[in-house]
């Protein structure tokens, strides 16, 4: 029979408090690869945790900026270049009329990489999170309040991750498998 890996810790909080204060000390302990779980949004635990801001507002802009050149290069190309008619004396590149669908290019660029941009940091998707076959940590969603940390963490040390975890005051401390 195989012996199963490790996938990390488990500490298990009563209170958001508890999981806010022992996720200061968790970013200050340098640990890289680690989350926490909430049933409900804990006001500045993002700060508590470290966490920076998102690149996502980067690729949406990005790419909307791109949806909008590509559509307004597209229309004067198939207006001045490829079908050059001049309608009721208008210039061959009306930009006015070639608003509306740079919008919408712009729009539908935008859209799409902020959905695939998630997807991509979120590192999505993910078909199963060993996390899942902890039957306390079935309460994180109830009223419970959760850090986990990955063995795959430079600083990782099965023991010495257990013994800290505990000074930080959790209720339960337990050792996810893969």
């Known amino acids: 029979m195989t012996e199963k890996r490790v996938y990390g810790v488990l500490a298990e909080f009563n209170t958001a408090s508890g ?23 804990v006001h500045g635990l993002e700060g508590a945790m470290g966490l920076t801001r998102s690149r996502l507002p980067l690729f949406v802009f990005a790419m909307g900026l791109t949806g909008a050149i590509a559509a307004m290069t597209l229309q004067w190309w198939v207006s001045v270049e490829a079908y050059p008619i001049i309608i009721a004396a208008k210039p061959y590149f009306s930009w006015q009329a070639f608003i509306p669908i740079t919008f919408e290019t712009m729009v539908l660029f935008s859209a799409g990489s902020a959905v695939l941009g998630m997807l991509f940091l979120n590192r999505l998707p993910q078909w199963h999170n060993p996390l899942l076959t902890s039957e306390r940590f079935k309460r994180a969603s109830d009223d419970r309040f959760f850090i986990s940390i990955n063995a795959n963490d430079p600083k990782f040390d099965r023991e010495k991750t257990i013994e800290f975890l505990r000074s930080l005051g959790a209720s339960h401390v337990e050792v996810v498998e893969e």
């Open 19 to 41: 999981v806010f204060h022992a996720c200061e000390k968790v970013r200050d302990a340098k640990y890289e690869r680690w989350d926490s779980h909430t049933p409900f949004p």
